[in-house]
Each structure stands twice: as structure tokens, then as C-alpha cells.
């Protein structure tokens, strides 16, 4: 990529699209393709041929997606595999029909198989089960890296397929009912605050451990990645820095100024005990993630508390 090239970053009003863009401005990248959902659903072929064929960008990031936590993949199945297979399937055809360079394609942490061994590596995909809540999406973006590598091998197509791993930051979505455990616990604690409350109450015991990545680290990730990196073989994205819900929850509630106690609801799940990600191979190439755990929290916060504000 130059300063000069054309580069559509779809899905650029998401958590990960808009670092990426945020990312590529802070870069000096001023040919930015941008297109809102309701502008270009990429569901939809023909207006997707259409966008390439006229714009023909020449780097694609394709952060756009039907995302969601284990309540919205678990009920709405049916439009989790339907809408990821369409915008990647559409999107990933049209960007090598019409010349473009390159290709980053964002698969997840959440789609190795239920019981892979800890932390999990690359190879780990497709070895055993998928987590059933999940599996609709899980098998989409799947069906996405495998389309990524089979038009590198037989087209000869850069598309590269990156594994990142819990994102969170500014952008993120805090509706309960579809949200990530770190936005939802934000919010919580906020709420707690706000009512006066003395205590929050949260699933489980706190043990189960987890990886957290900053979205402006996984977008300087995923620049690095698009400048460096060309093969088939999908590359996990992670901050290697561990911790338990237990821990998360404490930070959070320090960072929002939540006085009151936490209360643990040992009679509800706690999920996978362990999930972390190897991200040796990225760590090897030589990026590393910046952001900590406590600054990120606290800048999400900010973000979150002046959205409340407007
Ligand atoms: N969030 C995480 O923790 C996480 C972790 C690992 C991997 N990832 C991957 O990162 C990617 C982006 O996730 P995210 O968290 O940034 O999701 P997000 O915040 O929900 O953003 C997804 C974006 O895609 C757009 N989009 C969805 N369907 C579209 C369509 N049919 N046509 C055009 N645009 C469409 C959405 O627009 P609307 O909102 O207007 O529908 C939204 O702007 C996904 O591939 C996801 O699998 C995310």
C-alpha cells in the first residue's frame, strides 16, 4: 500500500472498521472507499458487482459482518450463517473480479472448535467441534477463510484471513442483549453507579480466564498485516495478556468508581474455562499489541460515557 492506493474498508462505522479507518488516516492514507450499510448492502450482488466495478478499490478491508454475542448467534441462526456468507461471498468475488491487489478478510477467535487446547493455534481450526451457540456464524466466516485461500490458490487472489481475538474499545456495542462480556460489564457497573446500588451481581465465579484486544491494536494489526503478510494460512491476532472475569470485573469496577460489592451467581454458567489465543507467528513478525488492558478500559469508558452524554 502508498500513500496514493484505493482502499475500501467495509464496515467502517463498526468496532473494528472505523480503527481501521481511524488507523489509515492516522497513516496518511487519504483515498479511503467508504460505504454506510444502508449506502451498499453488500447482501446484495449486484449493487456489491456494481460498487467494485465503478470504484475498483485496490485494498479491501472486509471488517463488515453480522456480529453479535451468544444470546443474538444463538436466536437469530438463520441471519448469522445467510448475511456472513452473502457479504463475504460477495465481497471477497467482487474485490478479485475487479483487480483488487489485496484482500484482509476478518475471521475470529470464536470459531475454533469448542475444546481446542489452550492457547489455541492456527492449526487448531477445523480439528474438532464448534461451540453449538455459535455454529451458524462460526460456519460462515469458516466458509469465508476457506474462500479466501481457494482464490489464492487457483486465481492467485492476495486474500489473507486474520483471527482476532476479543475485541473491545470505542464503538463498541453496549446493548445487553447482544453485547460482549467487557462492554456489558462496563455498562453494569456504570448503571450500578449511577443507581446507588450496592452490589452487581454476575454470572458465575469469576474464574474463567480470557484475552482482550483493543480495536486500535487490532487495526494497527491488521495495516501491518496488509503491508507484510501474503499467505493462505490464517494468522491469529491477539494481545497475549490473560485475564479472569474476576480481575476484568474488579478493573471495571475501579475504572467506573463503583463502590458497592460484587456479587458472584455461582448457580450460572461461566462458560469455556480458558481462552486464549497463540499469537506467536503475528508476535514473530515482529508486531506487538500497545494498548493495555486498564488504559483501554478506561479510554472505552470515556467514549462510552460521552455517548450517553449527546
Ligand atoms: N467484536 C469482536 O470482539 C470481534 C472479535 C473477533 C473478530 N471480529 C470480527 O471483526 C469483524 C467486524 O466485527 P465488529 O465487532 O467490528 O462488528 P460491528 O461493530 O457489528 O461492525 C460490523 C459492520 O458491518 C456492517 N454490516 C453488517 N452487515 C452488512 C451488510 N450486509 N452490508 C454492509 N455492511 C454491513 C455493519 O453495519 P450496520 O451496523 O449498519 O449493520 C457494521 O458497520 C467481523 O468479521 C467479526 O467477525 C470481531
Not at 458497592?260 to 469455556?272: H, L, Q, S
Request: proline residues 4%; contains cysteine; charged residues 25%.
Amino acid at each position: 500500500m502508498d500513500p496514493d492506493s484505493r482502499i475500501y474498508v467495509a464496515g467502517h462505522r463498526g468496532l473494528a472498521g472505523s480503527a481501521i479507518v481511524r488507523r489509515l488516516r492516522a497513516e496518511g492514507f487519504e483515498r479511503l472507499v467508504l460505504r454506510t450499510h444502508a449506502e451498499l448492502d453488500l447482501c446484495n450482488q449486484a449493487a456489491t458487482e456494481e460498487f467494485f466495478a465503478a470504484e475498483k478499490p485496490e485494498y479491501v478491508f472486509l471488517a463488515a459482518a453480522l456480529v453479535g454475542g451468544i444470546q443474538a448467534n444463538n436466536t437469530r441462526r438463520a441471519e448469522f450463517i445467510r448475511d456472513n456468507l452473502l457479504v463475504q461471498t460477495n465481497a471477497i468475488d467482487a474485490a478479485w473480479r475487479h483487480g483488487a491487489k489485496k484482500l484482509a478478510f476478518l475471521g475470529s477467535s470464536c470459531i475454533y472448535p469448542k475444546f481446542a487446547s489452550q492457547p489455541m493455534r492456527e492449526d487448531a481450526l477445523l480439528t474438532g467441534a464448534l461451540e453449538p451457540t455459535n455454529e451458524p456464524y462460526a460456519i460462515a466466516k469458516i466458509a469465508g477463510i476457506k474462500m479466501a485461500q481457494a482464490y489464492r490458490d487457483q486465481y492467485g487472489f492476495d486474500a489473507i484471513s486474520l483471527m482476532p481475538t476479543n475485541l473491545y474499545g470505542p464503538g463498541d456495542n453496549f446493548d445487553l442483549e447482544s453485547s460482549h462480556v467487557l462492554p456489558a460489564l462496563l455498562r453494569k457497573f456504570h448503571e450500578a453507579k449511577v443507581a446507588g446500588a450496592a452490589t452487581v451481581t454476575l454470572w458465575g465465579n469469576g474464574t474463567a480466564l480470557r484475552e482482550f484486544l483493543h480495536v486500535d491494536d487490532l487495526a494497527s494489526a491488521a495495516v501491518f498485516l496488509m503491508r507484510e503478510y501474503s499467505a493462505g494460512e490464517i494468522i491469529n491476532v491477539g494481545s497475549g495478556e490473560e485475564v479472569s472475569i474476576g480481575e476484568l470485573a474488579g478493573l471495571i469496577g475501579e475504572v467506573v468508581g463503583f463502590e458497592g460489592e460484587i456479587v458472584w451467581d455461582r448457580g450460572k454458567p461461566d462458560g469455556t474455562p480458558r481462552k486464549l489465543m497463540d499469537s506467536g507467528r503475528l508476535r514473530g513478525m515482529g508486531w506487538r499489541a500497545e494498548v493495555g488492558l486498564r488504559g483501554g478500559v478506561e479510554g472505552t469508558y470515556e467514549w462510552f460515557r460521552g455517548m450517553r452524554a449527546q
